[in-house]
């Protein structure tokens, strides 16, 4: 295969033209490596290179400013902007911003394409007059304000040209308006200069009279590259600028146009390939390389064209090992590193002056791997570790920066760097991420190599850092941590971190714009989507589109076309082309398969391979983790909770899943303590039983009277006020949901309450015989030789009528099904079903081995979110279905079969022979 610019170097030897002497002007920097190295490849004797120019390089160097970066714009914009603007109507910078950086965009267009700035100003304005009735005598202020926004444009526009061309400077923009008077002096001065432009398509109006000019007077040539089959094709948009400049320059009525060449129509291997998702095409682009590399086909001659420039990590880490040789034309941006997320989260919790901080701001700031590492005592201890603790166990959802202070003995430097106030100051915010890089620096420099990347992410950062200080110093318009803040991601935006590698060199990864003028025979383009390739409409600017077509600026069509044209560049001398698309379009990743796709296959040219490729998901085989309990310090671990008593949780739980079992009782492995924002559930359960306790204790073996209700419920409020400020430690429970709920454990005591009322007065006698009361019993069993006790402690038991009631309260919804038992041998086996009657049955148990109630008796629950069904008692039915027997009453019998299921259990537990067995229960972590 021969290259485009191999095609212009020969024929440039031909014409027997020293390299030395020309200037090559290209569209980019990274075509300007290649050519360099092809003139070596064909100079046969020693000489000085020729001059490389990008195109914006040629025309600054041409127009003699300086061109400004978009901060430093900005800036010198709303100097200008200050001057025009009365001091009451001035906006803040971070406001300006917001507007100013459409408003130069268009300033930009229209001065590449050289568009006479009185005319399309006073066209908007008077459209926008138009459109808001500006002959109205009573105006809103917000519609005169807007009006002098659109009446301003034009002062705005000339008073910063002046403004920037007294001081040398512009925007590139400007700078190409200005190369148009610089033009005729240019040619004078070189007039023995030959310049080469080679591989243009789009060019704007400036570039085009620049170009021509020099052609007219002899002082160049350009080299255009498109195909036979795009140029005579009718209404293609591969050749539609090319086309246009062959048909309307002057200079093509009398020369040739170079060049229309005839690669396209060549036999091709084309493939589409529809993959799910972005990560499925970097894993099938990895795929594709190990094949070319197992065929034996070079690298070297092979580009990853990302059409979303997104894909470079997941690409980067789908390479296939065998790889040896690599070149990334694009940087690695700087806002997807570890370091912008520190930066931001720290700029988020200063950009409002505030006494406090949110504790989710202050964890995740504590918590980063940049952080935490700083904040270590030993290799043990880290104060980090101290203080996110400290916010769980005091449930305190707003944190000082006193609370440090009383926390620690000794705060560390890096903490006082990250949370002491920044006043609303940028210099104070600058000072204090400049410390706190210092702080990352030294912990780094430090550590071993494996940190030398991490280093140059901190330098770029502390670069980053330094320019906002200069900007600060420069300017005095950075009056607030807001405005740094927007600086900051403005400028962090733009930056990236590049990648060294040999150029030339092994297999080449690019967007699409550094594919210009360069040729490959192996070409893999990923993200062939609407809206990726190509971009489709995007309408970022305050000129209508209508104004646009009448002035000649480049619309979404214009744009459209560009895209094609790169498209079927990267195709036209290419052997293998690979073309992947995501099929699950999504708004932000690209819409449906490009029209490219489409085109290619409509237009008939080449045999299209077209595949949909998913990825392989192998087959999940359900592994079923078991314990063995032959490991001593496990049984020695069984005896110990034996000794001191299964409770019927801890026998619920094994119930529920062995493995729990395991994790939470022998490992001691607990749910870590986590701010309660908002009441949880559990919480809740624990105020209302403390109310209740508080309220019935006292009452302990008394008949309860209505007198005795309604005082309790005249204290509802002010009791469980007091145990949601003991249970919620220090949340708010005065606003939002944690108000609602308040409301509601008082509803439901009110309601309980009420409900014992009723009875009452429906003659009904209520003794309470105890109240959170515990129990301990041993139970013998001749298979173990260690002792096995059961504990529990019992919510309330009373005599209602002369018959003994046990009674568990639950704060969630229980029905009757849940207190019902048919066969004995479920009881231990099915937890959803059985195990709030094996809870409440152990109870009974324990009391009547304890000799602290006679039978029979009924044992249940109370629902408080079921309470209209009053007290669901335990019921043992002989089957299923209607016209079953029903019987409520515990009598031995029933504590019998019950032992002998209860015993089975806690034998299975203590079986050294028998493992820990996972469940497969919904909600299952491991």
């Not at 803040?92 to 590449?112: M, P, T």
């Not at 383009?525 to 009448?550: A, M, R």
């Not at 052997?575 to 489409?598: A, C």
Request: net charge neutral.
């Amino acid at each position: 295969m021969t290259t485009f610019i191999q095609d212009v170097l020969a024929d440039l030897q031909k014409q027997n033209i020293p390299f030395s002497d020309l200037t090559f002007i290209l569209p980019s920097k990274r075509a300007g490596v290649v050519l360099k190295h092809e003139i070596a490849q064909i100079t046969t004797q020693t000489q000085f290179a020729p001059q490389i120019l990008s195109i914006e390089h040629f025309v600054e160097k041409l127009s003699g400013l300086r061109q400004l970066s978009n901060i430093e714009l900005l800036f010198e914009f709303y100097e200008v902007y200050l001057k025009l603007t009365a001091k009451q109507d001035v906006e803040s910078f971070d406001s300006f911003v917001k507007w100013a950086q459409i408003l130069l965009q268009d300033f930009n267009e229209i001065d590449r394409y050289l568009v006479p700035q009185s005319q399309i100003f006073d066209y908007l304005s008077a459209i926008q007059e138009i459109n808001h009735w500006s002959s109205e005598l009573h105006q809103t202020p917000m519609i005169k304000r807007y009006l002098a926004f659109w009446n301003n444009l034009s002062r705005y526009y000339n008073l910063l040209t002046d403004h920037l061309l007294e001081k040398s400077l512009g925007y590139q923009g400007l700078i190409y308006r200005e190369s148009q008077s610089q033009l005729d002096k240019y040619q004078h001065q070189n007039e023995k200069k030959y310049h080469v432009f080679l591989g243009f398509n789009a060019l704007n109006k400036a570039e085009s009279k620049i170009i021509q000019s020099l052609l007219q007077q002899k002082l160049a040539c350009i080299y255009w590259d498109t195909d036979k089959a795009f140029a005579e094709a009718k209404n293609h948009d591969a050749s539609f600028f090319l086309n246009t400049y062959k048909k309307d320059w002057p200079y093509y009525k009398q020369n040739p146009f170079y060049w229309t060449s005839e690669n396209y129509l060549k036999p091709k291997n084309i493939e589409v390939i529809g993959i799910p998702k972005n990560v499925g095409q970097a894993k099938y682009v990895g795929e594709i390389l190990r094949d070319i590399k197992t065929q034996g086909r070079t690298l070297s001659k092979t580009a990853v064209v990302l059409g979303n420039e997104a894909l470079l990590i997941p690409v980067l880490n789908s390479l296939p090992k065998e790889i040896d040789s690599l070149n990334i034309t694009m940087g690695f941006p700087l806002n997807t590193m570890p370091l912008a997320s520190l930066f931001e989260k720290l700029f988020m919790l200063h950009i409002e002056t505030k006494d406090s901080f949110y504790y989710k701001d202050v964890i995740s700031l504590l918590s980063h791997p940049f952080i935490k590492p700083l904040l270590a005592i030993n290799t043990t201890e880290n104060y980090a570790d101290i203080i996110i603790n400290h916010i769980n166990k005091t449930n305190k959802v707003h944190l000082k920066v006193s609370d440090f202070n009383g926390l620690l003995q000794n705060v560390p430097t890096v903490i006082k760097l990250l949370f002491e106030s920044w006043k609303n100051s940028p210099d104070i915010a600058l000072k204090h991420t400049q410390k706190l890089i210092l702080e990352i620096k030294n912990y780094l420099s430090l550590t071993k190599k494996e940190q030398q990347l991490s280093l140059e992410y901190l330098f770029r950062f502390s670069e980053l850092i330094n320019s906002l200080e200069t900007l600060n110093t420069k300017y005095h318009h950075i009056n607030s941590v807001r405005t740094l803040y927007v600086l900051f991601k403005e400028l962090l935006s733009k930056e990236s971190l590049d990648f060294q590698g040999e150029p030339l060199e092994g297999l080449q990864i690019m967007g699409m714009l550094e594919s210009r003028v360069l040729d490959f025979e192996t070409v893999i383009i990923t993200s062939v989507n609407e809206g990726i390739l190509p971009s489709g409409k995007s309408n970022n600017s305050f000129i209508p589109y209508d104004v646009k077509i009448q002035n000649q600026l480049p619309t979404y069509k214009e744009k459209d076309a560009v895209y094609t044209y790169h498209f079927y560049r990267l195709i036209q001398r290419a052997k293998n082309v690979y073309i992947l698309y995501n099929t699950v379009p999504d708004v932000l990743n690209g819409g449906e398969k490009s029209r490219f796709i489409t085109q290619l296959e409509v237009e008939g040219k080449h045999v299209i391979q077209h595949h949909i490729r998913s990825p392989e998901v192998p087959k999940q085989t359900k592994i079923q983790h078991h314990i063995s309990k032959t490991n001593n310090t496990i049984l020695e671990k069984l005896k110990t909770i034996a000794d001191k008593g299964f409770s019927p949780s801890s026998l619920a739980l094994y119930i529920r899943n062995p493995l729990d079992f395991y994790h939470q009782k022998i490992l001691g492995i607990k749910e870590q303590d986590d701010v309660e924002e908002t009441v949880a559930a559990n919480t809740l359960g624990t105020v209302i039983h403390n109310t209740l306790e508080e309220f019935y204790k006292p009452l302990t073996g008394k008949v309860l009277t209505e007198a005795m209700i309604t005082e309790m419920k005249q204290k509802v409020g002010t009791v469980i006020a007091f145990h949601f400020n003991e249970s919620f430690k220090k949340g708010d429970i005065t606003k939002g949901k944690n108000l609602i709920t308040f409301e509601i454990a008082k509803r439901y005591v009110s309601n309980f309450l009420n409900l014992e009322l009723q009875d009452i007065k429906k003659g009904n006698t209520i003794k309470i015989i105890a109240i959170e009361t515990e129990n301990n019993i041993t139970i013998d069993f001749l298979e173990l030789d260690f002792p096995v006790n059961l504990t529990g402690k019992v919510d309330r038991v009373d005599e209602y009528n002369g018959l003994i009631r046990i009674i568990d309260y639950k704060s969630g919804k229980v029905e009757q099904g849940k207190v019902e038992l048919i066969n004995w041998e479920d009881i231990t086996t099915d937890y959803d079903k059985y195990s709030k009657s094996f809870q409440i049955l152990t109870y009974a148990y324990m009391m009547f081995i304890k000799q602290s109630i006679k039978l029979p008796i009924e044992a249940g629950i109370i629902s408080f979110k079921n309470l209209n069904e009053g007290f669901l008692k335990f019921t043992k039915k002989d089957r299923a279905g209607r016209g079953a027997t029903k019987e409520t009453l515990i009598n031995e019998e029933v504590l019998q079969h019950f032992e002998k299921e209860l015993k089975k259990l806690i034998l299975e537990i203590c079986n050294p022979n028998i493992d820990f067995i996972e469940k497969d229960v919904q909600g299952n972590n491991y």
